[in-house]
């Protein structure tokens, strides 16, 4: 799986919209971007995951680009709750196992 | 619908003891993951089972070992604990033996040995 790299640490007003950027350089054609997110002292949560075209969910969108080396998860209005460890992943879905590799993730706080 | 349950939360054992933990995945889950977090190498990978069958393993000594039941609950053991295995262990369920990548967590077994 490709290797992943995120700025350790991130600051966000709240209600305004957070960025979150990954680089994977590496990534080859058949491997997903993941993002999950780790609130303190709890298990990892699934937000969102994409291969080529950006995606939208309930708690977030990714945006892909275009050569596939990197992406952004927006989280469009920040809260207080979103303050959390976000990992992003790539990895092969089809054929592989659930062994994410999550390096060290962006600790993002959310200020008031 | 409940989530993935881990017992115990919070465990304390002296070096050389054995601890089993205990992981009831989501209902309808078939494959259970385990992961150790500590705060030096942060989340890492120890294996996967899948109708009770171990499908991938994690880089740790023979000391880690699991199992599945056909139920899908999970246990994992330490053997021999060290005080570097002192960290939060972490199970995940989900629902096919290839997911699309979204693992459900357990909020985890804070396990530290003196």
């Known amino acids: 799986d490709a290797k992943t790299t995120q700025p350790p640490s991130m600051d966000c007003a709240e209600g305004r919209a957070a960025n979150l950027p990954c680089n994977h350089s590496?990534?080859?054609?058949?491997?997903?971007v993941y993002w999950y997110r780790q609130i303190h002292s709890q298990g990892p949560q699934y937000i969102i995951h994409?291969?080529?075209n950006n995606e939208t969910n309930e708690m977030a969108s990714l945006i892909i680009t275009e050569d596939r080396k990197s992406s952004t998860l927006i989280l469009p209005h920040a809260t207080l709750r979103d303050t959390a460890v976000y990992y992003c992943?790539?990895?092969?879905?089809?054929?592989?196992?659930?062994?994410?590799?999550f390096g060290t993730g962006t600790r993002l706080t959310v200020i008031p | 619908k409940a989530g993935v349950t881990q017992t115990p939360r919070y465990l304390i054992k002296t070096r050389g003891q054995q601890v089993t933990l205990s992981c009831s995945p989501i209902s309808g889950h078939r494959s259970v993951s385990w992961y150790q977090q500590t705060p030096g190498q942060g989340l890492q990978f120890l294996f996967e089972y899948f109708s009770e069958t171990q499908r991938n393993k994690g880089n740790f000594p023979g000391r880690f070992s699991g199992r599945q039941f056909s139920n899908s609950r999970s246990e994992m053991n330490v053997s021999t604990l060290e005080l570097g295995d002192s960290a939060l262990y972490l199970c995940?369920?989900?629902?096919?033996?290839?997911?699309?990548?979204?693992?459900?967590f357990g909020e985890g077994s804070r396990l530290t040995v003196l």
């Open positions: 995940a369920s989900s629902l096919v033996a290839v997911s699309t990548g979204e693992l459900f």
């Open positions: 590496t990534i080859s054609g058949n491997e997903y």
């Open positions: 992943i790539v990895r092969v879905s089809l054929g592989g196992a659930n062994n994410l590799f």
């Open positions: 994409g291969l080529k």
